[in-house]
């Protein structure tokens, strides 16, 4: 079983930066992926980010591409996301979730998820 904690929500400016983590523990051999996922009120789960473990492979929602960056720590098992120049848009729950995939987008792809944070950014 593996267990994902996320954190670093808040409340922050628009134009401004925001760092989330995900901390991973338990049974986390499996993963090969790791991803951000963020759900607005009244909307889908939608797509932010995706790194692999092994090479660091990464894409990116066109939303959030050049304003957001996704990294991740091995040793730690630990993945962030660092969100720069924020928007009103971006106010959702964002969870982090593994997969024994590579670089899959859609939700149903993640075997495993976090509690989500809360980020709203206000004009």
């Known amino acids: 079983q593996v267990q994902l904690v996320e954190s670093g929500g808040g409340l922050v400016q628009a134009g401004g930066s925001l760092r989330l983590s995900c901390a991973a523990s338990?049974?986390?051999?499996?993963?090969?992926?790791m991803a951000w996922f963020r759900q607005a009120t009244g909307k889908e789960r939608e797509f932010v980010a995706v790194?692999?473990?092994?090479?660091?492979?990464?894409s990116y929602a066109d939303s959030v591409k050049g304003r957001f960056t996704i990294s991740r720590d091995n040793a730690k098992n630990t993945v962030s996301l660092q969100m720069n120049s924020v928007k009103p848009e971006d106010t959702a729950v964002y969870y982090c979730a593994s997969t024994r995939y590579t670089r899959r987008t859609n939700p149903r792809d993640y075997d495993y998820w976090g509690q989500g944070t809360q980020v709203t950014v206000s004009s």
């Open positions: 338990g049974r986390t051999f499996s993963s090969i992926a």
């Open positions: 790194i692999t473990w092994g090479s660091s492979s990464t």
